[in-house]
């Protein structure tokens, strides 16, 4: 039995995608949030899989598509929570991507574990956006250290250090920054983080020019 598992953060003013905070206000920041979860939902329930999961921190919302079991996150730091969501799994392959690569497809996710142990996909910013595992083992995770620049490769070196054949993923940019979710929103120019940024992006452009002209 195959698992995609989501793991995300109600997008809730205040409590998400705080370093977009300025230049984005809080209810925008979550606006973005919200967005981005929303696509990477949308390409989770178009890849194939036996089940889907979303471990969510907070409550669903109406962004939330069918198909989807919801579970708490458990207490602790990202390495418990993210251990807790693959012993969720019964033992069965599982994939995990978080909430900040909107720009995923049905295609990055579809895996097959038929020649290998384990998946890994970089991030830009030294973490990883997903990471497979064919007989997931919460021990893989607990320990590494998380959200620093040596995420990504103390992760990689983990799997490699258990003997596990890892096969790499593509390397994505996470939206942390204002120049992060530019960057993405080019890269899928049609989803609905590109709209939300848009939507929220061209009043600032429209009264700079308003500005800049009056002078």
């Known amino acids: ?10 997008p809730r003013p205040g409590r998400v ?8 206000t809080p209810e925008e920041a979550a ?3 919200e967005a981005a979860l929303a696509d990477t939902l949308a390409a989770v329930a178009a890849t194939p899989a036996d089940r889907r999961v979303l471990v ?10 069918p198909g989807f079991d919801v579970v708490p996150q458990v207490p602790g730091g990202l390495d418990e929570r993210l251990a807790a969501a693959f012993a969720g799994c019964d033992g069965g392959p599982a994939l995990l991507v978080g909430m900040d690569t909107p720009q995923v497809t049905p295609e990055l996710l579809t895996v097959d574990f038929a020649d290998c142990d384990a998946y890994f996909g970089p991030a830009e ?6 990471l497979g595992l064919a007989a997931p083992d919460p021990a893989l995770l607990r320990g590494v250290p998380m959200s620093t620049p040596v995420t ?15 096969r790499e993923l593509p390397r994505l940019r996470d939206v942390d920054t204002a120049a992060d979710a530019g960057a993405v929103a080019a890269e899928a120019p049609h989803g609905r983080f590109a ?19 009056a002078r």
């Not at 969510?56 to 598509?65: M, Q």
């Not at 910013?125 to 997903?130: K, L, N, P, S, Y």
Request: cysteine-free; glycine content about 10%; charged content about 15%.
């Open 56 to 65: 969510l921190d907070g409550a669903p919302g109406p962004w939330l598509p």
């Open 152 to 166: 990504g490769a103390a992760q990689r070196a983990r799997l490699a250090g258990a003997g596990l054949r890892v």
């Open 17 to 24: 995608k705080t370093r977009l905070t300025p230049p984005f």
């Open 125 to 130: 910013d030294g973490g990883f956006w997903a």
């Open 1 to 10: 039995m195959s698992t995609l598992l989501v793991i995300a953060k109600e």
């Open 195 to 213: 709209a939300a940024l848009t939507r929220l992006t061209t009043p600032m452009t429209t009264t700079a020019t308003t500005a800049t002209t």
């Open 31 to 33: 606006a973005l949030a």
